[in-house]
T-cell receptor, first 113, second 113 residues
Framework: DVKVTQSSRYLVKRTGEKVFLECVQDMDHENMFWYRQDPGLGLRLIYFSYDVKMKEKGDIPEGYSVSREKKERFSLILESASTNQTSMYLC????????????FGPGTRLTVT | GNSVTQMEGPVTLSEEAFLTINCTYTATGYPSLFWYVQYPGEGLQLLLKATKADDKGSNKGFEATYRKETTSFHLEKGSVQVSDSAVYFCALRKSGGYQKVTFGTGTKLQVIP
């Protein structure tokens, strides 16, 4: 079974803090993705990575950065958290071996106060 | 650009009722189409998919047919159960090895006994 794990299910941070969200997949997938999920807006792509150290902006990259130093790990960084970044964050991975089907982690609900 | 439009929710049905969730899309070429399901407190998981026109995807009693002439991919189930209560997302991925997926806003389904 493909496993995508995220470092925290729930996180509470203060405005201005630097926040790291970690995602790990165990299926040797080339692609990894970070989305945020908000009511009425569905899933919006923040960043994705198609290889180690490679990244591409998604639809809403402002206020976020990412890091992929190893194939299995993809980190989302909020340099200076703001209240409008309170959301559910979902990580996903996909690879040629699975026909590029996206597999999702359980999500991290981040609250910025 | 690509877009997916699905019916607004929430949808409330009695157990054993017939379910239809409408989904239409805008994309060039021949995208692959998906339905994902998100159970409470979990990430998304793939429910079914179709990769070319007139394909029918099916899983767990759910079905959807890829209709290129109407650019639609409506989700149906003949008899819903309480355990089907979840949020359903329609999504597309462009053809040609393009790995990003565009999601609809999601439709919440509540099935009451």
């Amino acid at each position: 079974d493909v496993k995508v794990t995220q470092s925290s299910r729930y996180l509470v941070k203060r405005t201005g803090e630097k926040v790291f969200l970690e995602c790990v997949q165990d299926m040797d997938h080339e692609n990894m993705f970070w989305y945020r999920q908000d009511p009425g807006l569905g899933l919006r792509l923040i960043y994705f990575s198609y290889d180690v150290k490679m990244k591409e902006k998604g639809d809403i990259p402002e206020g976020y950065s990412v890091s992929r130093e190893k194939k299995e790990r993809f980190s989302l960084i909020l340099e200076s958290a703001s209240t409008n970044q309170t959301s559910m964050y979902l990580c996903a991975s996909s690879g040629q071996v699975d026909g590029y089907e996206q597999y999702f982690g359980p999500g991290t609900r981040l609250t910025v106060t | 650009g690509n877009s997916v439009t699905q019916m607004e929710g929430p949808v409330t049905l009695s157990e054993e009722a017939f379910l239809t969730i409408n989904c239409t899309y805008t994309a060039t070429g021949y995208p692959s189409l998906f339905w994902y399901v998100q159970y409470p407190g979990e990430g998304l998981q793939l429910l079914l998919k179709a990769t070319k026109a007139d394909d029918k995807g099916s899983n767990k009693g759910f079905e959807a047919t890829y209709r290129k002439e109407t650019t639609s991919f409506h989700l149906e189930k003949g008899s819903v159960q309480v355990s089907d209560s979840a949020v359903y997302f329609c999504a597309l991925r462009k053809s040609g090895g393009y790995q990003k997926v565009t999601f609809g806003t999601g439709t919440k389904l509540q099935v009451i006994p």
